[in-house]
């Protein structure tokens, strides 16, 4: 059975720094592409960022608000994903789910349950 | 980006009864190669993560009740929810994975009248 749990989430100030993790199960880790979705509090999806796969080169790709000031990175020791969020700013207040990209690139199938991330001072 | 646009932003329902959501892109997902809409469906019920319903605007998910049904092609697209039951309650995103950068549609609220 699939797994994603998220940790690290919090109150951070502007221009702040958090680590968002994710722990993976379930599934081969180090192959699978792999992605972060957020959620303003009562608003809709919006796709931050995702990483390939090992055997494509764990290259990463960000949406343009992030750009710049976030990075995605995997443990493969630990199985753990990671989004390093750097220069907080108030419009990134939001859950942050991490999940995983199924049989094509995009196509979302299995989520975790989030984790919320406040910016505020 | 593909900008998704869905109407209505609500809709109501008696149970029973059936809800028809539309999803609209802002340019052509569907990929003249293999033939396929590069659209996708989520169901996320209060504070829960979203579901994966269908792919391939049409395809629905193992275990997704035949109630759900996807169609449409190139920019237009349609999800109905037939035989409308309580633990339908939730807001639906549509989704294209066409562009390296999945966009979502606003979403769309479900509720039983």
């Known amino acids: 059975e699939v797994q994603l749990v998220e940790s690290g989430g919090g109150l951070v100030k502007p221009g702040g720094s958090l680590r968002l993790s994710c722990a993976a199960s379930g599934f081969t880790f180090s192959n699978a592409w792999m992605t972060w979705v957020r959620q303003a509090p009562g608003k809709g999806l919006e796709w931050v960022g995702r990483?390939?796969?090992?055997?494509?080169?764990?290259?990463?790709d960000f949406a343009a608000p992030v750009t710049g000031r976030f990075t995605i990175s995997k443990d493969h020791s630990k199985e753990t994903l990671f989004l390093q969020m750097n220069n907080l700013k108030s419009e990134d207040t939001g859950v942050y789910y991490c999940?995983?990209?199924?049989?094509?690139?995009?196509?979302?199938?299995?989520w975790g349950q989030g984790t919320l991330v406040a910016v505020s001072s | 980006d593909i900008v998704m646009t869905q109407s209505p932003d609500s809709v109501v329902v008696s149970l029973g009864g059936r809800a028809t959501i539309n999803c609209k892109s802002s340019?052509?997902?569907?990929?003249?190669?293999?033939?396929?809409?590069?659209l996708a469906w989520y169901q996320q019920k209060p504070g829960q993560p979203p579901k994966l319903l269908i792919h391939w605007a049409s395809t629905r998910e193992s275990g997704v009740p035949d109630r759900f049904i996807g169609s449409g092609s190139g920019t237009d697209f349609t999800l109905t929810v037939s035989g409308l039951q309580a633990e339908d309650v939730a807001v639906y995103y549509c989704q294209q994975y066409y562009n390296v950068h999945p966009t979502f549609g606003q979403g769309t609220r479900l509720e039983i009248k």
């Open positions: 340019e052509s997902i569907l990929y003249s190669s293999n033939n396929k809409n590069y």
């Open positions: 990483i390939k796969g090992r055997n494509a080169g764990e290259t990463t």
């Open positions: 999940a995983t990209y199924g049989d094509y690139a995009g196509l979302i199938d299995y």
